[in-house]
Structures are given as structure tokens and as C-alpha cells.
Nanobody, 112 residues
């Protein structure tokens, strides 16, 4: 049924950029708000970015001004553009659709 598949993670130097993608299937993508979460070792999963079905976005202060969430409803794809990356951004990043649908996650490592 509902499937969310993340891609685009990897190793990047501090100050670098990375773009994550989430391919969605099994539902009418354009009807749903979507979000990105991340989970670092020893920490709880936290919201990184949120986007409504019509494109309004919300970010926590920790990533505001550096990360941009977007969506292409024609391609059923969610994106997260990450700029000015910091070591604290190192985590597994997950795509999410309410109420309880998650992707498998993609690892982002920010290190010299």
C-alpha cells in the first residue's frame, strides 16, 4: 500500500550541501501534508521540516535558513535541500506521512 523510499544521503563536509528525496506511492500524494524527521544516536526522533498539501512550510530554529522542504506533486516526490551542514546534522533522515507512515531512512553524515 503506502510506500515511502528515501534516497540521497551520504557523507559531506561541514558547510557542504546535500539533497534528499522521498519517492511516495500507494496514496494520493497531493492530498497529504508531508514531513522530514531525523534521529541522531542517543536522541529522540525530531521534526526537521513540514510542508502542507498546498506548499506552506514550517521549520524548527535548528535548521531554519539552512534547510528547504519542497514537493513535486506530479512526480509524487518530497525533497529536502540541506545547506551549510553542521556535524550536529548527522542523523538518519526519515520521510513521513500522517498518521503513521515512515520510510526506511537515509543516513546523513557531516564530518571532516
Amino acid at each position: 500500500q503506502v510506500q515511502l523510499v528515501e534516497s540521497g544521503g551520504g557523507l559531506v563536509q561541514p558547510g557542504g550541501s546535500l539533497t534528499l528525496s522521498c519517492a511516495a506511492s500507494g496514496f494520493i500524494f497531493s492530498n497529504y501534508a508531508m514531513s522530514w524527521y531525523r534521529q541522531a544516536p542517543g536522541k529522540e526522533r525530531e521534526l526537521v521540516a513540514f510542508i502542507t498539501s498546498f506548499g506552506s512550510t514550517t521549520y524548527p530554529d535548528s535548521v531554519k535558513g539552512r534547510f528547504t522542504i519542497s514537493r513535486d506533486n506530479a512526480k509524487n516526490t518530497l525533497y529536502l535541500q540541506m545547506n551549510s551542514l553542521k556535524p550536529d546534522d548527522t542523523a538518519v533522515y526519515y520521510c513521513r506521512r500522517a498518521p503513521n507512515y515512515w520510510g526506511q531512512g537515509t543516513q546523513v553524515t557531516v564530518s571532516s
